[in-house]
């Protein structure tokens, strides 16, 4: 393979990663306005070698991977630095570590909220200015390709972009960064000798966000940098962006900023030279960023950017991710209507309860995630949740222990609006929820319940545009770690009367991905009964009616703690069933395991699948929850201390891996006992003991 395909094909295992890439000569990106090309296409990627022969280097923009440059020339200093991050964000996904010119070194991090550039500026013991920098929106890092300044390749230890997803770098939100530089500066100072420089004075924002003119002791401070030798590429750029908006011409701005440079009393040097050079492009920037509109002409319009399908050859679909399989998607916006005492408060906090203590039954609906939930109810105070948690943990046999990482927040008879409309009527997010945000980004969680929508909206619930903006901004906070959002609402007289639980406009119902809806049951006999009705499903089948009952507390289907003889029995089956499907599995060397989080491993999803376990019940959810009783009750310790347990988990595969298998160490003659497995499958078992 020539270099120039080895290059495209990383350029394109980087896109198909989740990474934008660039082409690169040297640093410096050759596309015009790389900044804002935040889209490509296979097909564009491929024509980069031939447009740009001399951008040999390739670069990722760093606007959603943020990407901490430790621009330090100590070695222990720098090394110090690393070893902090690692501490730091190992556990959230892998540390991957860039050296182009040692001992200076870059990690990249993931981000779903771009955040401006963050730097601390040092000086070295040795005088020199150095700087620790966290690049994100509108920067980007060279990845891969030879070093300028050394003429070596860059190299990478801890795992290289394209191998390891973007998805897998550690997340690191706009507070977290800043928090990491301060920490990395103070580091610096405290152990190696270096000194903090003076950083940059507050800059006047005008109404329409852009700096015109900006204090004299910002411009005293660029200026300085400049005579000094500091910063010399960033106050470049700020000094332009103030000297064309204040309206000075093009020429003008670069004559003045030559002059500022020559009169620098810092060395002439090469990277001096550079950035010298550098300055009529960053006067045009700054023409086409903060110019007068009457003195910039518009740029052109140009066609939406395309991706030939034919590039999907080859690339895998990822599979849909559900927090209840066909019910409630991730990553998106699930509407939950319920009739008022109809108990919906109660069914969301039976979910909150499974995800957060890894039990995958909710309604008969496959729950497929656990970990961290966010409850929010402008309803029900505290002491309301306490009561109806207690009763779902005593019904389920659990305990309040096993609901660590299930966090509430109660604010009954306080402004909890999330959203208003401004002056011009569009709807813009309030403080709470920019805080509700700050507070997903810290917990990270699976699943985000939030009560209810008339608490919480505050547009006009009969204007489409006010509903879908409010949906929107409700999915992006879905968004920023993938998590599934369900919204509480109550129905108007008219939903309630016809029945589909609607409330205002039809937005609410097109908005959303998801729409279920918590009624009673139209038998008037049985006050008791109610009915959870599946009525829109993008993603998964619509239509579903599940029909429960309240029984102490919480809402169960039917029958389900009911006929103790019937139940035992069925157990019994689900405890044959389990074996002979692992067993089965074992004669095929296909290895699954107890762990819930294990998606691809765990033992009772699989077997719930198989026409095997299909006798047991109709329904996936119902064979998963009977059979993860059957593993359980088969993996207990038997109180005779010469018997074993009949399940038994086994480490395999190389210990650094954590590898994890179910084992069958029943004998294989009491396998043959079971006669009520089909002669057919006796036989394997017989013929593959394990």
Request: aromatic share 8%; with cysteine.
């Amino acid at each position: 393979m020539s270099i120039e395909a080895e290059r495209a094909a990383l350029r394109l295992l980087l896109y198909r990663n989740g990474y934008p890439p660039i082409p690169v000569e040297g640093k410096r990106p050759i596309q015009k306005a790389w900044e804002t090309k935040t889209e490509t296409n296979a097909g564009e990627i491929d024509l980069w070698n031939k447009v740009y022969p001399t951008a040999r280097n390739t670069g990722v923009l760093t606007r959603l991977m943020p990407t901490i440059d430790i621009d330090i020339k100590m070695q222990e200093a720098a090394e110090a630095v690393e070893r902090l991050v690692a501490e730091k964000f190992e556990e959230r996904g892998y540390v991957l570590v860039r050296i182009g010119e040692p001992p200076k070194r870059a990690i990249p991090f993931r981000t779903e909220s771009p955040f401006s550039k963050i730097t601390a500026n040092l000086t070295a013991p040795s005088g020199a200015t150095e700087k620790i920098e966290l690049l994100c929106d509108g920067q980007q890092v060279v990845c891969f390709g030879v070093h300028p300044g050394t003429g070596k390749p860059y190299s990478w230890h801890g795992g290289e972009p394209g191998q390891i997803a973007w998805s897998e770098l550690p997340y690191i939100s706009a507070d977290e960064a800043q928090s990491l530089i301060d920490e990395a500066a103070n580091l610096l100072v405290a152990q190696f000798g270096y000194e903090l420089q003076v950083s940059r004075p507050k800059q006047q924002r005008k109404a329409n966000g852009h700096d015109e003119g900006g204090s004299p002791a910002d411009w005293a401070w660029l200026l300085n940098n400049i005579h000094n030798g500091h910063e010399l590429h960033d106050s470049s750029v700020a000094l332009a962006a103030k000297l064309v908006s204040s309206g000075m011409s093009e020429g003008a701005a670069v004559n003045f900023l030559r002059a500022a440079f020559e009169a620098s009393v810092a060395p002439h040097d090469e990277r001096w030279q550079e950035r010298y050079d550098d300055i009529p492009r960053d006067v045009r920037s700054a023409r086409d960023k903060y110019a007068r509109e009457e003195e910039v002409a518009k740029p052109p319009l140009t066609p939406i950017e395309l991706t030939d399908a034919s590039a999907f050859e080859g690339i895998e679909p990822r599979a849909r991710s559900w927090a209840v399989i066909d019910r409630i998607p991730m990553c998106n916006v699930t509407l939950f209507g319920g009739d008022g005492a109809a108990g919906k408060t109660t069914v969301a906090l039976q979910l909150c309860v499974a995800v957060a203590a890894g039990q995958t039954d909710w309604l008969r609906g496959i729950v497929d995630i656990t970990g961290p939930v966010l409850f929010f109810t402008a309803e029900e105070d505290q002491d309301e949740i306490i009561r109806r948690l207690n009763a779902i943990v005593t019904k389920r046999q659990l305990s309040f222990a096993a609901l660590k990482g299930l966090f509430v927040h109660t604010a009954p008879g306080r402004n909890c609006t999330l959203a208003a409309p401004n002056r011009a009527g569009q709807l813009q997010p309030t403080d709470l929820y920019h805080r509700i945000r700050l507070t997903i980004e810290k917990v990270r969680p699976t699943l985000v319940v939030l009560e209810s929508s008339a608490d919480l909206f505050g547009g006009n619930e009969i204007d489409r545009v006010h509903v879908r903006q409010f949906i929107t901004l409700l999915r992006a906070l879905a968004m920023i770690c993938g998590s599934a959002l369900v919204l509480l609402s109550h129905p108007s007289l008219s939903g309630l009367g016809s029945g589909s639980g609607m409330s205002g406009s039809t937005a609410w119902n097109n908005s959303v991905r998801s729409r279920l809806y918590f009624t009673h049951s139209d038998n008037k006999d049985e006050p008791n009964l109610r009915e959870l009705k599946v009525m829109k499903s993008n993603y998964g089948p619509p239509g579903e009616i599940i029909k429960c009952v309240w029984s102490d507390g919480i809402f169960a289907v039917e029958n389900e703690f009911t006929d103790p003889l019937k139940q035992a029995s069925l157990d019994q089956k689900a405890q044959t069933i389990f074996l002979a499907c692992l067993d089965d599995h074992w004669r095929k060397k296909i290895w699954v395991n107890n762990k819930p989080t294990s998606r691809s491993q765990y033992a009772p999803k699989i077997f719930a699948k198989l026409d095997t376990a299909k006798s047991l019940a109709d329904r996936d959810a119902t064979r998963i929850s009977l059979l993860e009783k059957a593993m359980n009750e088969l993996l207990k310790v038997p109180d005779d201390p010469e018997k074993h347990p009949v399940l038994t988990v086994q480490q395999y595969g190389a210990p650094s891996k954590d590898l994890w298998r179910l084992v069958h160490a029943e004998p294989a003659e009491h396998k043959m006992q079971r006669a009520d497995l089909p002669a057919d499958i006796r036989a394997d078992l017989f013929k593959t003991p394990c």
